[in-house]
């Protein structure tokens, strides 16, 4: 594990308290392994990247941190994960509160065909997070300011959600996802479908929301990796290849796997 | 020759025209041309189909033509002047000498008919020759025309495949010129009813007792209001208070909640279910269902409680329509991108807030579709009514009286020796034209709400 490497310019507070622990998780698809014993740590306040070639799992694992996993039947998750300290995999962990903990966001904008404004309230409206209409109005207008779309729409909430563009139907989905109060994003390349006039307003935005959460994406860009992410992790055939600072992974990589993966030997 | 001979003689040709075109094909290649343009079959084709086709055509019209001819022939005759006038029994006569001159009727009845016996005979050997010359004769032309069309780089394949589209056209076509007759046939006949009886008393009048006599400025008993609530009663009320929820919820169980071999297994069940005959429905409402209903409303108050109760025939009929509705809610809740499930999951929703909140909204078109092929299906139902339902038209709300619909009284007047020409069968005919409207209408507008919302995911 690269966990020795610099952590200098992380604001990394000890090894008890990540928010998220990963340790020797396996995931299976029937009889078939997606995930070999991967272990990994997420702190509160940092971008962590899942870079890879396509079908390295990446994704797979990113759905066992909110249990997402558990909707495909031949699914099967071995292993510990810990949010809090808490094993997420435990019986007395509900899934719904797990979820509302860690949201997510799709790598294909997926607003519900409802208007704005309830694409946005139907997360608090479902954990009751408003007792009436006027917090739920703040509700609103808070997830959707810092989603930065607010601007955008404040004179047509009443407009369906899939109505709008591609950009900002990825920002009401992330909009959607903060509205819930969560601790941990999930992002599962939440940029392959954009332009890159929209890919770059949302990695501006995960600049911004860096401070209140834990965000994990996963990317296929490396240039997106570095630019938004303060640790990366490359995944390849299902293996936890390297994990550390970011710079360290794209300027000093450890193993010639990862070497030959950013330098575009393969992937 | 009769016209099965000469078809025989046409199909004969044909084949040998096949052997023949694809010899000659089959002789073009060489070691200088190894290859020619289309293989030797279809060479064979190419000079079937002009050997059957022109003959075939001309005997179609021929079919159509000749019993005219031989009539003319006959009646040209100066012995055939002295037969009677009247155009009833000489039509009679006619007809009569002419099925004993070709075999099929063996003793004569009508007088003056059997010195016309041997004039038909004349006329039809004349014309019967004469037809099977020009059949002949078609074939060899088009035969001999299609040989000298046979050339290596001749495009044999192209053209016999334009035949095969001009085919399966006419095939196509047959349905729906069958449908507009259909339709045009009802038209006409309720076109006579509305002569003999006010279209305003049919379609506005709450009276339904149809009498002969009609008299024009009466009420003759031709009010039909009764039957069509009867109908949507059954049909569109009590039917999908039963279809929809039960539908509905097993479309959302199959969808949702049910592991992929339960869904294998129960999908195709419910679909075997939707081929069950209607009688067979129309047996279990009529013994089972109907005096267990009859027993319960007697229970809980309601004395006069018919057996033949509209309850019992909407209940059957609803449970008929289940796996219309479950099967079409299926397809539509299952067409909702994943995408639009999984994010409301990774929101902390539960699978039913999912369901509720989400995809039976965004399904919502397609079930309105299907809800509304099942109306049209349910309302022009007839077994299970006319087991069921019967025959009293009352204009109640009461689902445990006797009521009946539009398809148990065209049934009822169609049933029986009939004269076409009367009011009690021309009704039939229009009740069928407002039926078939209503039907097509609701179609209409269910695969149009089905086809919209299928591109909205496309």
Same mark, same amino acid.
């Given at each position: 594990?690269?966990?020795?490497?610099?952590?200098?310019?992380?604001?990394?507070?000890?090894?008890? +308290?990540?928010?998220? +622990?990963?340790?020797?998780?396996?995931?299976?698809?029937?009889?078939?392994?997606?995930?070999?014993?991967?272990?990994?740590?997420?702190?509160?306040?940092?971008? +962590?990247?899942?870079?890879?070639?396509? %079908?390295? %799992?990446?994704?797979?694992?990113?759905?066992?941190?909110?249990?997402?996993?558990?909707?495909?039947?031949?699914?099967?998750?071995? !292993?510990?994960?810990?949010?809090?300290?808490?094993? $997420?995999?435990?019986?007395?962990?509900?899934?719904?509160?797990?979820?509302?903990?860690? %949201?997510?966001?799709?790598?294909?904008?997926?607003?519900?065909?409802?208007? $704005?404004?309830?694409?946005?309230?139907?997360?608090?409206?479902?954990?009751?997070?408003?007792?009436?209409?006027?917090?739920?109005?703040? $509700?609103?207008?808070?997830?959707?300011?810092?989603? %930065?779309?607010?601007?955008?729409?404040?004179?047509?909430?009443?407009?369906?959600?899939?109505?709008?563009?591609?950009?900002?139907?990825?920002?009401?989905?992330?909009?959607?996802?903060?509205?819930?109060?969560?601790?941990?994003?999930?992002?599962?390349?939440?940029?392959?479908?954009?332009?890159? $006039?929209?890919?770059?307003?949302?990695?501006?935005?995960?600049?911004?929301?860096? !401070?209140?959460?834990?965000?994990?994406?996963?990317?296929?860009?490396?240039?997106?990796?570095?630019?938004?992410?303060?640790?990366?992790?490359?995944?390849?055939?299902?293996?936890?290849?390297?994990? !550390?600072?970011?710079?360290?992974?794209?300027?000093?990589?450890?193993?010639?796997?990862?070497?030959?993966?950013?330098? !575009?030997?393969?992937? | 020759?009769?016209?099965?001979?000469?078809?025989?003689? @046409?199909?004969?040709?044909?084949?040998?025209?096949?052997?023949?075109?694809?010899?000659?094909?089959?002789?073009?290649?060489?070691?200088?041309?190894?290859?020619?343009?289309?293989?030797?079959?279809?060479?064979?084709?190419?000079?079937?189909?002009?050997?059957?086709?022109?003959?075939?055509?001309?005997?179609?019209?021929?079919?159509?033509?000749?019993?005219?001819?031989?009539?003319?022939?006959?009646?040209?005759?100066?012995?055939?002047?002295?037969?009677?006038?009247?155009?009833?029994?000489?039509?009679?006569?006619?007809?009569?000498?002419?099925?004993?001159?070709?075999?099929?009727?063996?003793?004569?009845?009508?007088?003056?008919?059997?010195?016309?016996?041997?004039?038909?005979?004349?006329?039809?050997?004349?014309?019967?020759?004469?037809?099977?010359?020009?059949?002949?004769?078609?074939?060899?032309?088009?035969?001999?025309? &299609? #040989?000298?069309?046979?050339?290596?780089?001749?495009?044999?394949?192209?053209?016999?495949?334009?035949?095969?589209?001009?085919?399966?056209?006419?095939?196509?076509?047959?349905?729906?010129?069958?449908?507009?007759?259909?339709?045009?046939?009802?038209?006409?006949?309720? #076109?006579?009813?509305?002569?003999?009886?006010?279209?305003?008393?049919?379609?506005?009048?709450?009276?339904?007792?149809?009498?002969?006599?009609?008299?024009?400025?009466?009420?003759?008993?031709?009010?039909?209001?009764?039957?069509?609530?009867?109908?949507?009663?059954?049909?569109?009320?009590?039917?999908?208070?039963?279809?929809?929820?039960?539908?509905?919820?097993?479309?959302?169980?199959?969808?949702?909640?049910?592991?992929?071999?339960?869904?294998?297994?129960?999908?195709?069940?419910?679909?075997?279910?939707?081929?069950?005959?209607?009688?067979?429905?129309?047996?279990?409402?009529?013994?089972?269902?109907?005096?267990?209903?009859?027993?319960?409303? @007697?229970?809980?108050?309601?004395?006069?409680?018919?057996?033949?109760?509209?309850?019992?025939?909407?209940?059957?009929?609803?449970?008929?329509?289940?796996?219309?509705?479950?099967?079409?809610?299926?397809?539509?809740?299952?067409?909702?991108?994943?995408?639009?499930?999984?994010?409301?999951?990774?929101?902390?929703?539960?699978?039913?807030?999912?369901?509720?909140?989400?995809?039976?909204?965004? &399904?919502?078109?397609?079930?309105?579709?299907?809800?509304?092929?099942?109306?049209?299906?349910?309302?022009?139902?007839?077994?299970?009514?006319?087991?069921?339902?019967? #025959?009293?038209?009352?204009?109640?709300?009461?689902?445990?009286?006797?009521?009946?619909?539009?398809?148990?009284?065209?049934?009822?007047?169609?049933?029986?020796?009939?004269?076409?020409?009367?009011?009690?069968?021309?009704?039939?005919?229009?009740?069928?034209? @407002?039926?078939?409207?209503?039907?097509?209408?609701?179609?209409?507008?269910?695969?149009?709400?089905?086809?919209? #919302?299928?591109?909205?995911?496309?």
């Amino acid at each position: 594990m690269a966990e020795q490497n610099s952590q200098s310019d992380l604001s990394d507070n000890g090894t008890d +308290t990540h928010k998220i +622990t990963a340790r020797n998780v396996n995931v299976f698809y029937d009889d078939k392994q997606a995930i070999n014993d991967v272990s990994i740590d997420v702190d509160m306040e940092n971008v +962590t990247a899942f870079i890879g070639p396509s %079908g390295c %799992g990446k994704s797979t694992f990113l759905r066992t941190i909110n249990r997402m996993n558990d909707t495909i039947p031949s699914a099967r998750v071995e !292993g510990e994960i810990k949010l809090d300290g808490k094993d $997420i995999y435990d019986a007395s962990m509900d899934v719904v509160q797990l979820r509302a903990r860690v %949201g997510m966001v799709f790598q294909k904008p997926n607003p519900f065909p409802k208007s $704005i404004y309830d694409n946005i309230a139907y997360g608090p409206n479902i954990h009751g997070l408003a007792a009436n209409k006027a917090e739920l109005d703040i $509700i609103v207008e808070r997830s959707l300011q810092r989603a %930065g779309l607010w601007n955008e729409v404040k004179d047509r909430l009443s407009d369906s959600g899939t109505a709008l563009s591609g950009g900002q139907q990825q920002r009401l989905c992330i909009a959607r996802a903060i509205a819930v109060d969560p601790e941990v994003i999930l992002m599962d390349e939440p940029c392959s479908a954009l332009d890159p $006039i929209a890919t770059a307003k949302i990695e501006e935005l995960i600049h911004e929301l860096r !401070g209140k959460y834990a965000i994990i994406i996963v990317t296929h860009n490396m240039q997106q990796a570095a630019r938004v992410s303060q640790r990366t992790a490359f995944f390849h055939l299902g293996n936890l290849v390297e994990f !550390g600072v970011t710079s360290d992974i794209f300027t000093n990589p450890q193993q010639t796997r990862t070497q030959d993966y950013i330098t !575009g030997r393969y992937g | 020759m009769t016209i099965n001979e000469l078809l025989f003689l @046409v199909f004969a040709f044909g084949l040998i025209a096949w052997f023949v075109g694809r010899a000659r094909a089959a002789s073009f290649i060489s070691s200088e041309t190894p290859i020619i343009n289309s293989l030797p079959n279809y060479h064979g084709w190419f000079a079937s189909l002009w050997a059957i086709i022109p003959a075939i055509l001309f005997l179609i019209i021929w079919i159509n033509i000749s019993p005219a001819l031989v009539t003319n022939m006959v009646l040209a005759n100066p012995e055939a002047a002295s037969i009677t006038a009247d155009p009833f029994s000489r039509s009679a006569i006619l007809s009569e000498a002419r099925a004993v001159a070709s075999g099929s009727n063996q003793a004569l009845f009508q007088e003056g008919s059997e010195k016309l016996v041997p004039l038909y005979k004349a006329a039809q050997n004349y014309y019967n020759s004469i037809a099977f010359a020009a059949t002949l004769l078609l074939i060899f032309a088009g035969s001999a025309y &299609a #040989y000298t069309r046979l050339k290596p780089e001749f495009r044999a394949r192209s053209k016999v495949e334009k035949v095969v589209m001009f085919t399966l056209l006419l095939a196509s076509l047959i349905a729906v010129l069958t449908t507009i007759g259909i339709v045009a046939s009802l038209v006409f006949e309720a #076109y006579r009813f509305v002569t003999l009886v006010s279209p305003f008393e049919f379609l506005f009048g709450t009276n339904w007792n149809p009498r002969d006599n009609i008299v024009a400025g009466e009420d003759n008993g031709y009010g039909a209001i009764p039957l069509f609530w009867g109908t949507i009663f059954i049909g569109a009320i009590i039917a999908m208070i039963v279809a929809i929820p039960f539908g509905l919820m097993s479309a959302i169980f199959l969808t949702q909640y049910s592991t992929a071999r339960f869904r294998s297994i129960m999908k195709p069940v419910l679909e075997i279910l939707a081929g069950v005959p209607t009688v067979v429905y129309g047996y279990f409402a009529a013994l089972t269902v109907a005096p267990a209903v009859r027993d319960f409303a @007697v229970m809980i108050g309601f004395s006069n409680a018919a057996s033949d109760n509209a309850m019992a025939a909407g209940v059957v009929m609803g449970i008929m329509i289940i796996p219309l509705v479950a099967s079409m809610a299926d397809d539509s809740i299952a067409a909702v991108p994943a995408a639009m499930r999984d994010g409301s999951l990774a929101m902390g929703a539960t699978n039913s807030e999912t369901i509720k909140r989400v995809l039976l909204p965004a &399904a919502l078109p397609g079930v309105v579709g299907g809800i509304l092929l099942a109306v049209s299906r349910a309302i022009g139902e007839t077994m299970i009514v006319v087991m069921a339902a019967g #025959y009293a038209a009352n204009l109640t709300a009461n689902p445990f009286a006797s009521i009946t619909t539009v398809t148990v009284q065209i049934v009822a007047l169609l049933t029986g020796d009939q004269d076409f020409g009367s009011p009690h069968t021309l009704a039939a005919f229009a009740l069928g034209l @407002v039926l078939f409207v209503v039907t097509l209408l609701l179609n209409l507008v269910a695969l149009r709400i089905v086809k919209k #919302y299928r591109e909205a995911y496309e």
